[in-house]
């Protein structure tokens, strides 16, 4: 099995700043795609930000120039830098990655258990 753990979420104020990690662990032979969704109270789950194995990045249009997302592929690990807080970023912060488990066939999406970010006005 794969496990996702995520830590730094909390409260700030707007305008402050707050850096997520996730790290995976288990029985992973390779790791695809890494990324953060985040759910609001009421709200559908939306993408944050997500990146490749490669380095490459994708960011919801409401968090570019704000967040970044970055990942340490010897740690299996990632992370999301968010500055320039807002209230409307006060959700449910959620890693996801796309992985290859040892003597598996296909990859799948694994989902850690989720980090409260409160933004206050």
């Known amino acids: 099995q794969v496990q996702l753990v995520e830590s730094g979420g909390g409260l700030v104020q707007a305008g402050g700043s707050l850096r997520l990690s996730c790290a995976a662990s288990g029985s992973i032979f390779r790791i695809n795609a890494m990324g953060w969704y985040r759910q609001a109270p009421g709200k559908q789950r939306e993408l944050v930000a997500t990146?490749?194995?490669?380095?490459?990045?994708n960011y919801a249009d409401s968090v570019k120039g704000r967040f970044t997302i970055s990942r340490d592929n010897a740690k299996n690990t990632v992370y999301l830098q968010m500055n320039s807080l807002k209230p409307e970023d006060t959700a449910v912060y959620y890693c996801?990655?796309?992985?290859?488990?040892?003597?598996?066939?296909?990859?799948?999406?694994?989902w850690g258990q989720g980090t409260q970010v409160t933004v206050s006005s």
């Open positions: 990146i490749t194995s490669s380095g490459s990045t």
């Open positions: 996801t990655a796309n992985a290859l488990r040892v003597g598996g066939f296909r990859a799948n999406d694994y």
